[in-house]
């Protein structure tokens, strides 16, 4: 009842720029947070940026001053501009989104979408 489509993914050189979308839809009630993670074989998800309702952004140690994330709640969408990309951020990145539907039982549950790729190359 709930989908995240993420788009943006691709190749960057080291230095580089992209930006990742995520669109939110279907039995959507109230949104608390987006944000993105990123995976690497053989590690655990981690948080890269999370935009929680009526707070700061919070960023990984790793993307702070580099990634920043926005959200336009009217279209439900989350944004991660990323810049001066390195290689140690190849990943697949996911967006997660933690809200609340007009369907039973009416409490704040986690959504994925399916990730995208990052690959920084020379």
């Known amino acids: 009842q709930v989908q995240l489509v993420e788009s943006g993914g691709g190749l960057a050189q080291p230095g580089g720029s992209l930006r990742l979308s995520c669109i939110a839809s279907?039995?959507?009630?109230?949104?608390?947070?987006m944000g993105w993670y990123r995976q690497t074989p053989g590690k655990q998800r981690e948080l890269v940026a999370d935009a929680i309702t009526g707070a700061s952004p919070k960023y990984a140690d790793s993307v702070k001053g580099r990634f920043t994330i926005s959200r336009d709640n009217a279209k439900n969408t989350v944004y991660l501009q990323m810049n001066s990309l390195n290689i140690e951020d190849t990943a697949v990145y996911y967006c997660?989104?933690?809200?609340?539907?007009?369907?039973?039982?009416?409490?704040?549950?986690?959504?994925w979408g399916q990730g995208t790729q990052v690959t920084v190359s020379l």
């Open positions: 997660h989104a933690d809200l609340v539907t007009y369907s039973p039982p009416y409490e704040p549950d986690g959504y």
């Open positions: 279907g039995d959507i009630h109230i949104i608390h947070s």
